[in-house]
């Protein structure tokens, strides 16, 4: 049971970048009122020079806080955001505002992520709030036992991770961690918050390195990626046919490390590395090859979209933009090439999805390799993770549809494969799979969901049964 008396009418939201306020747009739009806050400049603009403006003045100490809030309302889809929304936001800074978190119901720190930084402004915010005020760490993959490590047990059992995705105006996946010390009660509480007030598909993680769907996703890419350079195919072949084809959006592979920032990807990587010295996929995020194309790449500045090119160049032209592809061997633009396919043009004429797939990986062709390598190693390795990052399957597929816009998780996928002949082949492949697989469907079960009476199940490893997915196991 939820505590009937909490409620969230105002929330604090410290650290003003993307993150935070896209956060304040979120909330701001669900009714509640926001006070955004950032650190205060430690040097004046040219601007602020010229109209004779001081450190000391507030439209110099909030600076940060505004501009940041000023770019996401410029953004779309921020900048859709209704004027009595934004009227609910109220910009200030982190030295002069911070008595304004004894008001607030809910605290989400979202500075940049850094642990000191993190810890330091925890600090902060445990000295200014009021006990039983909800606090969270806005994170990708940061341990909370660390970011918690020096604060009282009271702010423990109130304290929790949130993982929103970028843009949270429109994403809909949200991850949320308990702490070592997080009172149930109030992950029921704001999982029912986010669901029904924020239109969130809220999916419960251990506190593990990247949680659930950038786990899997980080060691998903790097394979996709390091396979494409392994075996010669082109951006433009790889997106054409890791996209929608295979139920995956647009961005597919490239387009989309182009859109997160190749820089921030490849720290992510690394830094995932770094914190699973157990995972025996681990390797697959710093393969060499891979590594010294990031490398390369970081070094001469073709991080994607923020710095005008990454694997795509956007060109102006007469007839509107064309996107340059990048050559992966000589890390030069070329012109943009027709995919001509005779897989894909045969799979675009089958509508499902779940059909298609299994029309790929039949055709023995540089198509169909490439998708079966893909669609492998993302089933066996989200087979592998259990029971590390989830204690079920279920919340794996979710925040892959969610969170990167699959139509498929990855064991929804291996249904639609057949589990059965699908394990049979990853067997051949040499894959490593998760023991459980094997005592599933030893135990006579084919599948990892089924429909009973009209509602859906999916099997529990530690059950050794299914379960209902609406149970919120």
Known sequence: ?????????RAA??????????????????????DLLDIVPDALTPDEIGQGLELSDPRVRNR??????????????????????????SIGNVEDDLDRLRQANWIIEAVV??????????????????????????????PLREILKGRSQEL??????????????????????????????????ITGFAERQLDKGVVVCKDTPNFIANRVASVQSSFDMDYVLTNGYTVEEADEILGPIVGRPNTAIFRLRDLVGLDVSTRVAENLYRAIPHDEFRDILIRPRLSALRTAMVERGLLGRKTGGGFYRALKSPGGRRFLPLDLQTLEYGVPQTIDLPTLTLAKEID?????????V???????????????????????????IADELHPIDKAFRWGYSWQLGPYEIWDALGVPSTLARLKRDGMLIAGW???????????FYKTIDGLSYAYSPIEKDYLPVESGR
């Open 64 to 89: 940060i806080a505004e501009n940041g809030w000023s770019m996401v309302r410029a953004s779309k889809p921020a900048s859709d955001i209704p004027p009595e929304a934004v009227a609910r936001v």
């Open 13 to 34: 939201v410290i650290g003003a970048g993307t993150m935070g306020a896209g956060i304040a747009s979120l909330l701001a739009s669900a009714g509640v009122h926001v």
């Open 156 to 189: 423990g059992r109130h304290f929790l991770g949130t993982h929103f995705f970028n843009p949270p105006l429109t994403m809909k996946l949200l991850e949320i961690i308990p702490g070592p010390l997080t009172d149930h009660t109030l992950v029921e509480f």
């Open 352 to 360: 499902e999805v779940a059909e298609r797939l299994r029309f790929l």
């Open 362 to 388: 039949s055709r023995n062709d540089r198509v169909g390799d490439l998708v079966w390598a893909s669609l492998s190693n993302v089933m066996a390795y989200a087979a592998y993770c259990l029971p590390e």
């Open 1 to 9: 049971m939820t505590d009937p008396e909490r409620s969230i009418n």
């Open 113 to 142: 992520e850094d642990l000191a930084a993190k810890r330091q402004i925890m600090t902060s915010i445990e000295m200014a709030r009021v006990p039983g005020s909800l606090v969270s760490t806005n994170t990708s993959g940061l």
């Open 437 to 447: 697989v094997d005592e599933m469907l030893g135990a006579g079960h084919e599948g």
